[in-house]
């Protein structure tokens, strides 16, 4: 079992920057896939940003939806047992709860849909105004 714990979001303005974080806590998320997901009301969750377990070698192996491609970076540090997810350039249309994910199995090419992640944390809200 891992327990997963987002923090950092908030509200900002369009422009502005934010830093999510994930926690993870009860084993090593050092092999899984760690990705990040987004739900706005209305709509279905999906997936923004998402690292293979051996993302942090020479920064390789990161994938990006289109729409935060160049704005968003996606990051770990094993060794804290954290996901990072820095957001820069915000826009209106990023407002969502995002949720933290892990896929145990650590696989690559990442998979898309949150059905195939195998926990997930409680959600942190960001809100994004023009």
């Known amino acids: 079992q891992v327990q997963l714990v987002e923090s950092g979001g908030g509200l900002v303005q369009a422009g502005g920057s934010l830093r999510l974080s994930c926690a993870a806590s009860g084993r090593t998320i050092s092999s899984d896939t760690m990705a990040w997901f987004r739900q706005a009301p209305g709509k279905e969750r999906e997936i923004v940003a998402a690292?293979?377990?051996?993302?942090?070698?020479?920064?390789?192996?990161?994938y990006y939806v289109d729409s935060v491609k160049g704005r968003f970076t996606i990051t770990r540090d094993n060794a804290k047992n954290t996901v990072y997810l820095q957001k820069n350039t915000l826009k209106p249309e990023d407002t969502a709860v995002y949720y933290c994910a892990a896929d145990v199995g650590g696989r690559w090419p990442v998979r898309t849909t949150p059905v195939e992640y195998d926990y997930w944390g409680q959600g942190t809200q960001v809100t994004v105004s023009s």
């Open positions: 690292i293979h377990w051996r993302g942090g070698w020479r920064g390789g192996n990161a």
